[in-house]
C-alpha cells in the first residue's frame, strides 16, 4: 500500500535544543498531519496542513511548533525550544483527502 | 470534550472467539477509520467507510453516522490479532479524532 516514510525513526536530544521531524507523505496527497502519541497511548491531533497553509490545530500545537512543506519537499514538524513534555513519538499521516496513511513514527526523547 | 468515546478499553479473548469494539461520537461524523496498532507501535490501515459496512477477512466495520456510533466486529480471533484498537473519525471540516483505543489481549 502508499507509504509513508518518517525520518528519524528515534532521535535524544538535550531540553532547549531545535528539533525537525520529517516526513515524506504519499506523492499525490494533498493533506499532511502530525499526531503525538506519548507511551502507547491515545494519538492526539496537532496540527493538519493544505495548501501551504495550517488548516487546523490543537491546543498541544504550542507556539514552540511549526510546520511547513517547502517546494513540495518534506513535510517538516519544527519544535524550537523543545521541552521534557514533548517527549513522544510523532506520527505523521497524509490523505489524498479521505482516508489517512500514517509513517512509522519519531520516537523524540528529551533530556 | 473528547468526540470519539471508545470501548471496551481492554479486552480478552481466547484464539477463535470473537467480540466487538466500539466508537460513539458525540457530534456528526462524516467519515470513521479503524486501525491496529501492532506491538512495534505500527499503525495498519483495517477499514475507512463513509457509510455502511464492509468486511474482509476476520473482520468487520459498521458506520451509522445518524446514530453516531462504528463497531467492529472481530472473529476466530488469532494470537497475532493482540494490539490497540484505534478509531479515528472525521467531522465538519475537522481533522480526524482519534478513541482513546481498545487493548486487545488474544490467548491460546
Known amino acids: 500500500g502508499p507509504k509513508v516514510l518518517q525520518i528519524p525513526s528515534h532521535q535524544i536530544i538535550d531540553m532547549g535544543q531545535m528539533v525537525t521531524l520529517n516526513c515524506d507523505p504519499v506523492s499525490n496527497h494533498l493533506y499532511f498531519y502530525w499526531y503525538k502519541q506519548i507511551l502507547g497511548q491515545q494519538m492526539e491531533f496537532l496540527v493538519n496542513f493544505y495548501n501551504g497553509k495550517v488548516m487546523e490545530k490543537s491546543k498541544l500545537f504550542k507556539d514552540q511548533f511549526s510546520v511547513e512543506r517547502p517546494d513540495g519537499s518534506y513535510f517538516t514538524l519544527k519544535i524550537q525550544p523543545t521541552a521534557l513534555e514533548d517527549s513522544a513519538v510523532y506520527f505523521c499521516?497524509?490523505?489524498?483527502?479521505?482516508?489517512?496513511?500514517f509513517g512509522e513514527g519519531s520516537k523524540l526523547t528529551v533530556l | 470534550g473528547d468526540q470519539v468515546e471508545q470501548s471496551p478499553s481492554a479486552l480478552s479473548l481466547h484464539e477463535g472467539t470473537g467480540s466487538a469494539l466500539r466508537c460513539n461520537f458525540t457530534?456528526?461524523?462524516?467519515?470513521v477509520q479503524w486501525f491496529q496498532q501492532n506491538s512495534r507501535g505500527s499503525l495498519i490501515n483495517l477499514f475507512y467507510l463513509a457509510s455502511g459496512t464492509k468486511e474482509n477477512g476476520r473482520l468487520k466495520s459498521t458506520f451509522n453516522s445518524k446514530e453516531s456510533y462504528s463497531t467492529l466486529h472481530i472473529r476466530d480471533a488469532q494470537l497475532e490479532d493482540s494490539g490497540t484498537y484505534f478509531c479515528?473519525?472525521?467531522?465538519?471540516?475537522?481533522?480526524?479524532?482519534f478513541g482513546a483505543g481498545t487493548k486487545l489481549s488474544v490467548k491460546p
Open positions: 457530534t456528526t461524523m462524516r467519515a
Open positions: 479515528a473519525a472525521e467531522g465538519g471540516n475537522n481533522a480526524p479524532r
Open positions: 499521516a497524509s490523505s489524498y483527502p479521505g482516508q489517512l496513511y
